[in-house]
């Protein structure tokens, strides 16, 4: 092979000399593989002398299928105008792989009545080859003549219009939009896809308008797509965009799973995260008031918070844009039916709106049966009164609950106080002794890491000098522990 190839390039190094050469292997030799180094190496020439190419054209009604394919795809890279009648001949050629070089190679030539052919091989193929439909659509873009194929964009094939679609996203015309309307859900996908992964922004409102047409009982949103829309509509902000993605919780028309990415989307939406929820490319976003989420969600939130799969999140977005009013949020916290997570974010929201008798539903929050509206209560009276915070800590921390020591150690992290120190260093001391539950002892590293003086750090430094070097048993802490909650 690499003897045949380095004498294909010597002889189209010499150029005009060397063509009837390589033109005669080309034509007559007997070997296929002579024949096929012949019509590259005349290509390769008539990249710089055109009047080389003339060699190849008689080839193109080669008897050798081959033959054929590789000469299309000589004239198409040399751009050899007078190509054009012989590859769209080849565009209905018996062979697969002639038909799609040929295509590929008669968009190179830039004749735009070059359209019609290929549209119809878009047809005839009907999407049941993907390499013939790439080498369709390929040869559509290569023509550079967007507007012209839009001539199409009704067609009745919907394989037709999802090529079109590919070949505008490429493009990035904004004309891809009109297919976000199209009867096909492929199409439909296709287009919506296109503008938000290669940012075409002059169409980025109408994939956002998408989540307005929520007519229950058409077809469901395919999950990539409706991750689309919601994101689209994150990205734009302003009212309608809110109300959209709010209205995409209760709709038909999108996925639980969507659903719960539309909450989380109103979650942040008032600090965006710089980086995309779709693909992750860092886009980032100025920070948005609340008002246009809160009006948003302020007739939905009852039945998102009836709603078994959206409630927690709900909740949180209650506590949030502070959707209920007092009376109702007592109410809440004191159900023992609800979810225990949305009864810790009732009281989030009676503290954020101070609600007179706060401060005795925190402690009845503190002393609750439920770990999740304890620790709660315990993080809220660390806000209110870090001296009784720290003291009913050291009582959690004497509970026989592994969940409730490791909560307790997380709240004590963020509550800057001598007493915290003091009972620290109680529990550093205990640590020192062995006499702290292997589950709970990363959790009290932490915290001392975090808040501790530089006493209780260089003591803890010290235990895990004396530990093993070796790469397990050096740290035993690690191996157990955990929380399901915290992942």
């Known amino acids: 092979m690499r003897v045949r190839q380095r004498a294909q390039f010597a002889l189209a190094d010499k150029g005009g000399e060397a063509v009837t050469l390589l033109a005669e292997a080309a034509h007559e030799s007997p070997n296929l593989l002579a024949r096929l180094h012949g019509i590259w190496g005349v290509g390769?020439?008539?990249?710089?002398?055109?009047?080389?190419?003339?060699?190849?054209?008689?080839?193109?009604?080669?008897?050798?299928?081959?033959?054929?394919?590789?000469?299309?795809?000589?004239?198409?890279?040399?751009?050899?105008?007078s190509a054009y009648k012989g590859l769209e001949k080849l565009l209905a050629d018996e062979s697969?792989?002639?038909q799609s070089l040929a295509a590929i190679s008669i968009g190179k030539l830039k004749n735009p009545d070059a359209i019609e052919p290929l549209v119809a091989l878009l047809e005839r193929n009907n999407n049941q080859d993907p390499w013939l439909r790439h080498s369709a659509i390929m040869g559509l873009y290569r023509l550079d003549a967007p507007e012209a194929v839009l001539k199409y964009a009704k067609h009745p094939s919907a394989a037709v219009r999802q090529g079109l679609v590919v070949v505008l996203r490429r493009h990035q015309h904004p004309a891809i939009a009109q297919f976000l309307l199209d009867k096909d859900p492929v199409v439909v996908a296709e287009a919506?896809?296109?503008?938000?992964?290669?940012?075409?922004?002059?169409?980025?409102?109408?994939?956002?308008?998408?989540?307005?047409?929520?007519?229950?009982?058409?077809?469901?949103?395919?999950?990539p797509l409706a991750r689309r829309i919601l994101s689209a509509n994150f990205m734009l902000g302003g009212v309608e965009a809110a109300r959209n993605?709010?209205?995409?919780?209760?709709?038909?028309?999108?996925?639980?799973?969507?659903?719960?990415?539309?909450?989380?989307?109103?979650?942040?939406?008032?600090?965006?995260?710089?980086?995309?929820?779709?693909?992750?490319?860092?886009?980032?976003?100025?920070?948005r008031p609340s008002d246009a989420p809160r009006a948003a969600?302020?007739?939905?939130?009852?039945?998102?918070?009836?709603?078994?799969?959206?409630?927690?999140?709900?909740?949180?977005?209650?506590?949030?844009?502070?959707?209920?009013?007092?009376?109702?949020?007592?109410?809440?916290?004191d159900d023992p039916t609800l979810?225990?997570?949305?009864?810790?974010?009732?009281?989030?929201?009676?503290?954020?709106?101070?609600?007179?008798?706060?401060?005795?539903l925190v402690q009845k929050a503190i002393a609750d049966t439920n770990v999740i509206v304890r620790i709660e209560g315990l993080?809220?009276?660390?806000?209110?009164?870090?001296?009784?915070?720290?003291?009913?800590?050291?009582?959690?921390?004497?509970?026989?609950?592994?969940?409730?020591?490791?909560?307790?150690?997380?709240?004590?992290?963020?509550?800057?106080a001598k007493s915290t120190e003091a009972l620290l260093a109680t529990w550093t001391g205990r640590l020192l002794k062995g006499d702290v539950d292997p589950q709970i002892e990363l959790d009290?590293?932490?915290?001392?890491?975090?808040?501790?003086?530089?006493?209780?750090?260089?003591?803890?430094?010290?235990?895990?000098?004396?530990?093993?070097?070796?790469?397990?048993?050096?740290?035993?802490?690690?191996?157990?522990?955990?929380?399901?909650?915290?992942?």
Not at 250 to 275: C, H, Q, Y
Not at 349 to 358: A, E, F, Q, R, Y
């Open 245 to 287: 993605i709010a209205q995409a919780t209760i709709s038909s028309r999108f996925s639980d799973l969507m659903k719960v990415e539309a909450l989380e989307i109103l979650l942040d939406w008032t600090a965006p995260n710089g980086r995309e929820r779709v693909n992750g490319f860092w886009r980032p976003l100025s920070e």
């Open 379 to 416: 993080r809220q009276l660390a806000q209110r009164s870090p001296v009784a915070a720290v003291k009913t800590a050291a009582d959690f921390l004497e509970s026989q609950k592994i969940e409730d020591q490791q909560a307790t150690l997380a709240v004590l992290s963020t509550i800057k």
């Open 192 to 223: 919506g896809i296109g503008i938000y992964d290669h940012r075409i922004d002059a169409a980025m409102p109408a994939l956002a308008a998408l989540a307005e047409n929520l007519v229950e009982g058409k077809a469901m949103f395919g999950d």
């Open 96 to 98: 697969l792989h002639v």
């Open 297 to 333: 969600l302020l007739p939905l939130i009852k039945p998102l918070i009836a709603n078994g799969v959206t409630s927690e999140l709900a909740a949180r977005l209650a506590t949030k844009y502070v959707l209920f009013d007092g009376p109702i949020l007592v109410k809440r916290f």
């Open 44 to 81: 390769q020439v008539a990249r710089r002398e055109t009047s080389a190419a003339t060699h190849l054209l008689p080839l193109l009604a080669d008897p050798e299928e081959e033959v054929r394919a590789q000469a299309a795809r000589a004239l198409g890279e040399s751009h050899t105008a």
């Open 444 to 487: 009290l590293m932490n915290t001392v890491e975090t808040i501790g003086s530089v006493t209780l750090k260089g003591q803890l430094r010290t235990y895990r000098e004396k530990l093993s070097s070796d790469s397990v048993a050096g740290f035993p802490y690690l191996l157990q522990g955990g929380g399901r909650r915290a992942g």
């Open 339 to 360: 979810a225990p997570a949305e009864r810790a974010e009732a009281l989030k929201s009676l503290v954020t709106l101070d609600h007179p008798g706060v401060k005795t």
